[in-house]
């Protein structure tokens, strides 16, 4: 059977999928497995190799839907499930399984604060698309594969970090999931270990900020490595601290040890760390801890997030303290 799982972005709406890709290559029999992404998220996916092909969204949609009807699909796997997937699978003609995104609890809860979602994490529900054909969870967590080439060589780092490192991934798709810069810079000035700043173009100016205190000590990587070479720093990390975004489900499928720092999000829409009951049979304690602002009244704002804080205040964020960061730190490595 020849299978496309579309998944168009993010990052770390990708990553999530990949216990899907695996269980359904791997339990179905002579399984032809295609995964369909934007362009620019090609990246993630190149290295799985349980992946018989990806498929990408580019500039024409014509020529992707000539591709895609040429390649006779037995059946549809929609794990984003909007607009543009139902016009894939309409054109198709083909049998499909649709995620179910739980717009409306999601609406309820952001604008009403009546949390009506399903103590489910959300790779069981992409989980729950293919149980028609018998498959079922393994319990092996995320996949993340990085091709060689984009390995970082020691060399691309300071000496002073081959040693050991934490990674602090400042950046983030929207600024309300961030935390303050202010409060990364006084984190990292306190820690006693070497910290390595993680983030996009956009984040590098930010990250010279943090890293003004000791710019030894915090290496600003921020701008200067690719998504994979990034996800390899990750992998070489003693533990990684984190806002909500795509490089903390990375750091959960290489099973790094995470702290992860909710703003306008919150864990209850299915997206916190996730490591497999695999792993956590044997795993003594949780493998990541959560910060958040309990019982904040505005929280949480957004599905997704904001350019600033509506509120003006950004409480949700402002109020999670660099001590208790550098106290869970300080626990995890010793």
């Not at 032809?32 to 969204?57: A, C, M, P, W």
């Not at 000791?214 to 806002?243: H, M, Q, W």
Request: glycine share 6%; hydrophobic share 35%.
């Amino acid at each position: 059977m020849k299978f496309l799982i579309i998944r168009f972005s993010s990052i770390g709406d990708i990553v999530l999928t990949t216990p899907v890709i695996r269980c359904l290559k791997q339990q179905t029999p002579g399984a032809e497995v295609h995964v369909l992404v934007k362009e620019s998220f090609r990246s993630i996916v190149i290295g799985n190799t349980y992946i018989d092909k990806v498929q990408v969204l580019a500039h024409s949609w014509e020529l992707m839907m000539h591709e895609l009807l040429l390649e006779d699909y037995d059946y549809v796997i929609d794990l984003h499930n909007n607009l543009r997937t139902w016009r894939i699978r309409k054109a198709l003609k083909k049998p499909f399984y649709s995620f179910k995104k739980l717009n409306l609890q999601k609406y309820i809860y952001t604008n009403l604060k009546w949390n009506l979602m399903p103590e489910k994490h959300i790779v069981d529900r992409y989980m729950d698309t293919v149980s028609k054909f018998n498959i079922t969870n393994d319990g092996a967590g995320l996949d993340y594969f990085i091709p060689r080439e984009y390995e970082v060589n020691l060399n691309d780092i300071p000496a002073s970090h081959h040693a050991g490192y934490i990674a602090i991934v400042i950046g983030a798709a929207h600024n309300t999931k961030k935390y303050p810069v202010h409060k990364l810079q006084s984190l990292c000035e306190k820690l006693d270990h070497p910290v390595i700043l993680l983030g996009g173009k956009e984040d590098k100016e930010n990250g010279e900020i943090i890293s003004l205190p000791d710019p030894v000590k915090i290496y600003n990587a921020c701008g200067k490595f690719s998504l994979n070479e990034s996800a390899d720093l990750v992998r070489k990390s003693k533990l990684v601290v984190t806002n909500d975004t795509g490089l903390m489900h990375i750091a959960a499928a290489f099973k790094k040890p995470v702290i992860s720092l909710w703003g306008n999000t919150v864990p209850s829409f299915g997206m916190y760390p996730y490591y497999g009951v695999n792993y956590l049979q044997y795993k003594t304690g949780s493998p990541y801890d959560i910060l958040q602002v309990n019982k904040l009244w505005c929280r949480p704002c957004s599905k997704i997030g904001y350019n600033k804080c509506p509120r003006g205040h950004f409480k949700c964020m402002e109020n999670i303290g660099t001590t208790e960061v550098l106290q869970l730190i300080n626990k995890r490595l010793t």
